[in-house]
């Protein structure tokens, strides 16, 4: 069956189609990309707080410990954690 010239140019639209297997790459790529800027801004977060956390430690000595500074060892943890487990995620 011959379509007519303007028929044939519509049906593609000159947009290559993409395979399964390259949409999969794509959202992979996309994804990996995503967790990178978590893991970027969760390590801006955790050097943030060890920050303070060294600071206080600095001005107060360890013998004294604030409730406070606890919390924030306490998210430091979760953070390290949690960056951990992403960064094992991406290889």
């Given at each position: 069956?011959?379509?007519?010239?303007?028929?044939?140019?519509?049906?593609?639209m000159?947009?290559?189609?993409?395979?399964e297997?390259?949409?999969?790459?794509?959202?992979?790529?996309?994804?990996?990309?995503?967790?990178?800027?978590?893991?970027?801004?969760?390590?801006?977060?955790?050097h943030?707080?060890?920050?303070?956390?060294?600071?206080?430690?600095?001005?107060?000595?360890?013998?004294?410990?604030?409730?406070?500074?606890?919390?924030?060892?306490?998210?430091?943890?979760?953070?390290?954690?949690?960056?951990?487990?992403?960064?094992?995620?991406?290889?």
């Open positions: 069956m011959h379509l007519p010239p303007l028929a044939e140019q519509s049906q593609g000159g947009v290559p189609m993409k395979t297997d390259q949409v999969n790459q794509e959202r992979l790529q996309k994804y990996r990309l995503l967790r990178q800027q978590e893991l970027l801004h969760e390590a801006a977060k955790l943030q707080l060890s920050g303070e956390l060294q600071y206080y430690l600095d001005k107060n000595g360890s013998a004294i410990l604030s409730l406070d500074m606890l919390k924030k060892a306490e998210a430091v943890e979760k953070l390290a954690h949690s960056v951990r487990t992403k960064m094992k995620e991406l290889q």
